[in-house]
């Protein structure tokens, strides 16, 4: 079984993808499939969050790329920048993951978040779309 262990900058050859949701890319001992179908472990140091098109070095040389999977999810949009902020200062408060875009936020589906971003005035859209959430201030 091909064992993907290390990031690697750059590769002149990409040997397979591995397409995870976002709970699967925080982790940092998995099992998983590429996208060929073939069984892979995933260890990286602990605390590592995978993002969309990391790449990483195999313990045979091969290097797999890292896709986001899409994912039920929630677009918040706002009519103005206030009501943005307001809605993010509200899920920050809930210490609830968001994806920051341009003029839009992104969180897992949960309707109760829904409801309360709902009532701050936000457009709540549900889509299927890869989850890439802020890191955190200290998170590099």
Known sequence: MLTI???VEQADHIAGELILPYDQREKSRL???LSSGEEIAVFTVRGTVLRDGDLLLGDDGRIVRIVAASEPTYRVD?????TLLRCAFH????HTQAQVGEGFLRIRKDPVLKDMLTGL????TEELAPFEPESGAYGG
Request: proline share 0%.
């Open 121 to 124: 005035g936000a457009t709540v």
């Open 31 to 33: 099992r998983a499939t």
């Open 78 to 82: 706002c009519a103005n920048s206030h």
């Open 5 to 7: 262990h290390t990031k």
């Open 91 to 94: 899920l920050g408060n809930r």
